[in-house]
């Protein structure tokens, strides 16, 4: 299907309907704080800040760049 970035612009074109990020840093700097290693302590933690309102914070902006985030996941962390 393509590259994130790839998958990330069919999206916003409407050909494609959705798709999972892997690192979301693409949309927007501030999302490089999902990146920084020991920022969390375990997955309740993750779970409890990203589903909270600094989730919300750090989902709109992918909003900014023309998606609409839906969900939270993860795939393991440091």
Do not use: C
């Not at 990146?35 to 900014?64: C, M, Q, W």
């Not at 998606?67 to 440091?78: M, P």
């Amino acid at each position: 299907m393509g590259s994130e970035a790839e998958m990330a612009e069919m999206t916003k074109l409407g050909t494609m309907e959705a798709f999972m990020f892997g690192r979301m840093e693409s949309q927007g700097k501030q999302l490089y704080t999902l990146a920084v290693p020991f920022v969390f302590k375990d997955y309740e933690h993750v779970n409890r800040v990203l589903s909270g309102s600094i989730g919300d914070y750090l989902a709109s902006f992918t909003e900014d760049n023309g998606l609409k985030l839906l969900g939270w996941t993860h795939s393991g962390f440091r």
